[in-house]
């Protein structure tokens, strides 16, 4: 995601000024915001359901459903939407994996666990085509923490089972 290079309010170029985007002629900053994207760990008959990626980044390889949230869209919603995009399956929401964000990264991504309620599995237009995996094995990831996610989620879910 690069920078705007031009003032929204006026057109004017745009200067760093405090490590802000600042316009050169009506001095107004612009904010950056972090960008939310929402992933789903889903499994069928105990496996996970991960998606080959057909788009950049990281085209041909496998990862989680997941997709940018909509402004104004409820999380839970948006990740719901992008499951049934790419996988052509109903789910609801059922807890929070953790957030995950880096340093100079623009995106904060919202991992869910998820219960499958319905639809039929088919690979959606963003999708190569969908795999199911058993999480012990799995194939190599797109992104750099996805292991790392993987993992936090096979924590939450075992403590949720133990209660
Ligand atoms: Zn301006």
Redesign the pocket.
């Known amino acids: 995601m690069e920078d705007p290079r031009?003032?929204?309010?006026?057109?004017?170029p745009?200067a760093r000024a405090q490590g802000r985007p600042s316009?050169?002629?009506?001095?107004?900053v612009s904010y950056l915001d972090p960008k939310l994207a929402a992933a789903a760990m889903v499994t069928v008959d105990g496996r996970l359901l991960l998606v080959r990626r057909a788009i950049e980044p990281a085209i041909g390889k496998w990862s989680f459903p997941s997709g940018y949230v909509d402004r104004g869209e409820v999380v839970e919603a948006a990740v719901a939407r992008e499951v049934r995009e790419e996988t052509g399956l109903e789910v609801a929401v059922n807890w929070l994996v953790g957030l995950y964000s880096r340093a100079g990264n623009a995106v904060v991504l919202a991992v869910y666990d998820v219960r499958v309620r319905g639809g039929e599995m088919h690979p959606g237009v963003e999708a190569m085509e969908l795999g199911l995996f058993d999480p012990g094995s799995l194939p190599d990831l797109a992104f750099e923490h996805d292991m790392a996610i993987v993992e936090d989620w096979l924590r939450t879910r075992t403590s949720r089972t133990r209660r």
């Open positions: 031009f003032c929204a309010h006026c057109g004017a745009l316009c050169q002629r009506c001095g107004r």
